[in-house]
């Protein structure tokens, strides 16, 4: 057995069950939506490694060549001995450049939702770093997060890539900032932001020709299917993802192709034709708008990075 890896936890928070309450409350609305953290199903969270791989989503490969080129100087800021925690760990292959540059990190705490797939993340990474301390967490980092301290209290450094954060409109995203701040007790936060850019090319990411960005907008519906005995026609409804340039935002919607109904735990929901399901929002930011965000969260931006295209930005944020 593996020494340095402890059994994933389930946080208080966890709520892998409430898929389908939140479920029924959203179909319920005048506005219907499903919430986007539902997206990551183990089928999910592997529908969302190929995107990564498209070659129309250039954010996963901006980010980490950002991380790999300014991984040393990352690892100053963070310093020595410092508890790695990260928000939304998905496929860990980030945080593997981070940890490659840290200074004798003293622990990795890998928060997800999806806890299979942490556990299988998790496992070949304790491989690769038989020394480190592992401590995944399954749980939603949208609740509270109360991560228990490490003997020794290490200080800790969180890291928050992809811009996972643009799911949230500002005021949430700033709410989310200033609880991520609190449960860093001090530390500093690196987090990715995807920019504002070119209305072409953001909408090319989330409508990428291969149909992958399709495949995982409906997984929603597969998912409910497979857990919830439920029985949307997928070819029912169309994937659609137009950006909202007044927003400054990716809209994700799965609109009705007819007039139907869906069985749902023992209810009826009725969707016109033409009906929208609202499924996520991805929020795009200016360097400086993300700046104010961080300020109006009691952070401090300390540093800066981009690519030469300024696709994507990695901003240091410290809390004290
Ligand atoms: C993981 C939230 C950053 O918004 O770009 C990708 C999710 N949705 N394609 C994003 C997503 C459609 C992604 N985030």
């Not at 290490?154 to 609190?182: C, E, Q, V, Y």
């Not at 007044?246 to 192709?257: C, G, K, P």
Request: hydrophobic content about 40%; glycine content about 8%.
């Amino acid at each position: 057995m593996d020494t340095n890896l402890a059994r994933p936890q389930t946080t208080a928070s966890a709520d892998q069950d409430d898929f389908a309450g939140s479920l029924l409350d959203g179909l319920r609305k005048s506005s219907k939506e499903i919430a986007c953290k539902y997206f990551y199903d183990q089928t999910g969270s592997r529908l969302f490694d190929a995107i990564c791989e498209l070659p129309e989503y250039y954010q996963t490969r901006t980010e980490t060549a950002l991380l790999a080129r300014h991984a040393e100087e990352i690892a100053a800021l963070m310093g020595e001995d410092v508890e790695i925690v990260e928000f939304g760990a998905g496929s860990l292959r980030k945080v593997r450049i981070l940890l490659g540059a840290a200074r004798s990190p003293r622990a990795y705490t890998p928060m997800d939702i999806s806890g299979e797939y942490l556990c299988d993340v998790v496992r070949s990474l304790a491989a690769d770093h038989p020394a480190l301390t592992l401590r995944p967490l399954v749980g939603d980092f949208t609740r509270p997060l109360e991560i228990p301290v490490l003997p020794g209290s290490p200080r800790r450094a969180g890291f928050f890539p992809g811009s996972t954060i643009g799911n949230f409109k500002p005021d949430a995203a700033m709410a989310l900032l200033r609880r991520m701040r609190t449960s860093l007790n001090g530390g500093g936060l690196l987090i990715g932001v995807d920019l504002v850019k070119d209305p072409a090319r953001l909408h090319a990411a989330y409508n990428d020709a291969a149909g992958i960005t399709a495949l995982f907008n409906k997984n929603l519906m597969a998912r409910a299917n497979r857990e919830l005995g439920a029985d949307f026609d997928l070819d029912g409804f169309a994937h659609y993802a137009p950006y909202n340039a007044a927003a400054h935002r990716i809209e994700m919607y799965l609109v009705s192709l007819k007039r139907q109904s869906v069985n749902l735990c023992g209810q009826r929901f009725e969707f016109a034709q033409g009906e929208p399901v609202h499924t996520e929002d991805s929020h795009k930011y200016t360097i400086e708008s993300f700046r104010e965000l961080a300020v109006r969260a009691g952070l401090r931006p300390r540093a800066v990075w981009t690519d030469q295209d300024r696709l994507f930005s990695m901003h240091w944020l410290e809390s004290h």
